[in-house]
């Protein structure tokens, strides 16, 4: 196996609109990254992946750049990037940015000079298509609802948009724009940035003659079996990596590969020909989707999600690399997704995290996943601001559905669910800004906040801290191979981690009951040693075998 510290490390998130505002305007910014730096530095995290700060109009907050290479003013300026990465490098805390190389926006200059004529010279940047007002080139969809082609009335074609409107693709089959792309790449590598996150970086290439996309593919759009992560899409990325990356062999790259298989993320993590480090994956976090589709709601049992988790362990193990996650700010927020958010708000929380660190795959936290924050009871559309929501929304107004249901729906899966203010202390706007927040904070702060997790010892942010570190001083946990037992077990997720001569047992009470435990006999832990546990008597009471609600604890094996 090859050690890797991005494999070593845990990458923490941060999603600068909701972090902290620094100057009352209600939107977060880099100077208020900066000072919290020792927040961040006190978990003890070693990556932080940033969010988009480009300059942008956002429409999609920030994914929709218009300069890559200038800091979006609501941000800050490019002396406070600078300031930002300097103090999180004195900290030995590495810095990932959030490249979207699928799409612009339609206010960065190339399309602004692209839909001018045919014959521009940036016209070929993008994907343009003729055909008559009303009757788009083929069926596809776009994630955010309706076509995913746009009709430009001056030059009288479509061109295509997988996401919002104003977010057209762009058309990597153009070497031109490959080298525009390489070279500013490049410009902020010699920045000194510690790598990229690649937004939906399976989407570049798309299938010539652009056929109709099946109604029986389920997933997000119609259309995406065209698209998504297609044989071809590899050439792209080998020749960014050569172009790129392989001059920086100590920077990463973390590729997002929506509606990826275990084969999938092999193939761009794996290969012999360079791709991407690591593949950021949702397979498992979908296992609440009908089919993969979005905007859709399902019951799961434990053992699906055993025999998902068993696969991609399995699947990947020194054969590719992905991330570990439970949040991010497209997901809702995890607690209240796979957890109780309620009577066993702090138990679930932890069974969660220590799942997450013990699988192989780099851990991502999302921030304010640390203190167990929990979806916003919000009620009606007008407290939402994500465009995908919003859409969903009036698509379903204008379709004449059921409003109330679409709501519970929206409550459940919105993307703001993540996205609202991360909550620091019992203060107005649970002093995230003195100002407006763009977004409403969620009123359980009063109860869930940065500020009283820090002083109160056994908090969910304390065990945090403690996991980390464990993760690290137990490298079997990031290495070892992953051994599912206890497979039809409806309420105790069990797993065995070797690695060198050293064996992990992981138990997880995946149920809010007291649950008795009938380990296999093989399983000599009587002289076993604990690693971690989210209950505190456990340090005492190392043998006993009833399980707590959401219990979880981590031991390691003594072989005799
Ligand atoms: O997401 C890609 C993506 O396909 C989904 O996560 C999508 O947001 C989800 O299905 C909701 O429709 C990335 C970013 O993470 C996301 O925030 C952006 O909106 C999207 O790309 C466009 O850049
Ligand atoms: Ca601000």
């Not at 109330?404 to 993540?418: G, H, V």
């Not at 070797?498 to 399983?523: A, G, Q």
Request: with cysteine; proline share 5%.
């Amino acid at each position: 196996m090859n050690r890797f510290w991005w494999k070593e490390s845990v990458v923490y998130q941060i999603y600068p609109k909701s972090f902290y505002d620094s100057n009352g305007d209600g939107i977060g910014d880099l100077q208020g990254i900066i000072a919290q730096i020792p927040y961040i530095d006190k978990l003890g995290v070693d990556i932080v992946w940033l969010n988009p700060i480009f300059q942008s109009p956002n429409d999609d907050n920030g994914y929709d750049i218009s300069d890559y290479q200038a800091i979006d003013s609501d941000y800050g300026t490019m002396a406070d990037f600078t300031e930002l990465l300097d103090k999180l490098h004195e900290k030995n805390i590495r810095l990932v940015l959030d490249m979207v190389l699928n799409h612009t926006s339609d206010e960065h200059p190339w399309f602004q000079q692209a839909r001018r004529s045919v014959d521009n010279p940036y016209r070929d940047f993008y994907i343009w298509k003729s055909g008559k007002e009303g009757n788009p080139p083929n069926n596809w969809t776009s994630f955010f609802g309706k076509s995913a082609w746009k009709y430009d009335e001056l030059t009288q074609q479509f061109y295509l948009h997988i996401f919002s409107q104003k977010m057209p693709d762009l058309n990597w089959e153009n070497p031109r724009l490959r080298e525009k792309i390489y070279a500013m790449l490049r410009w902020w590598l010699e920045q000194g940035v510690d790598g990229f996150r690649l937004d939906s970086i399976g989407f570049l290439w798309k299938d010539p003659s652009f056929p109709d996309g099946s109604t029986e593919c389920g997933g997000h759009a119609l259309g995406e079996e065209h698209y998504v992560n297609q044989p071809k899409v590899h050439t792209y990325l080998q020749e960014l990596h050569e172009e790129v990356f392989a001059r920086y062999p100590d920077r990463v790259t973390m590729g997002e590969l929506f509606m990826s298989t275990p084969q999938d993320v092999i193939s761009f993590t794996g290969s012999t020909k360079k791709e991407i480090d690591l593949a950021i994956y949702f397979d498992i976090l979908h296992i609440d989707m009908e089919n993969h589709v979005w905007w859709s709601q399902r019951n799961w049992s434990l053992k699906e999600l055993k025999k998902k988790v068993n696969t991609w362990q399995q699947s990947l193990h020194e054969l590719g690399w992905c991330c570990q996650h439970f949040n991010s700010h497209d997901q809702p927020r995890s607690v209240s997704r796979f957890g109780d958010d309620k009577k066993y708000w702090y138990e679930s929380a932890s069974m969660l995290a220590v799942f997450l660190f013990t699988l192989e795959g780099t851990p991502f936290i999302f921030q304010g996943e640390e203190i167990g924050m929990t979806n916003p009871p919000f009620s009606a559309i007008e407290q939402y601001r994500d465009i995908n929501t919003l859409n969903f929304y009036l698509e379903a107004k204008e379709k004449g559905r059921d409003l109330n249901q679409i709501m519970e729906l929206i409550r459940f899966r919105s993307r703001d669910n993540s996205r609202t203010p991360l909550q620091w202390n019992h203060n107005l706007n649970a002093g995230f800004t003195s100002g407006q927040p763009w977004l409403e904070v969620n009123p359980d702060y009063l109860k869930i906040n940065v500020d009283s997790q820090l002083k109160q010892k056994n908090s969910l942010f304390h065990f945090y801290r403690q996991l980390i570190l464990v993760r690290k001083k137990h490298p079997a946990l990031i290495y070892g191979s992953y051994v599912m037992i206890m497979e039809e077990d409806e309420e105790i997720f069990a797993y065995l981690r070797n690695w060198e001569n050293k064996k992990y047992l992981v138990i997880l009470n995946y149920s809010p009951y007291n649950t008795e435990l009938k380990l296999p006999d093989f399983l000599n832990w009587e002289t076993s040693e604990l690693v971690i546990s989210n209950y505190s008597f456990r340090q005492k009471d190392l043998f006993n075998n009833q399980l707590q609600p959401y219990e979880a604890c981590v031991y390691l094996l003594k072989e005799n």
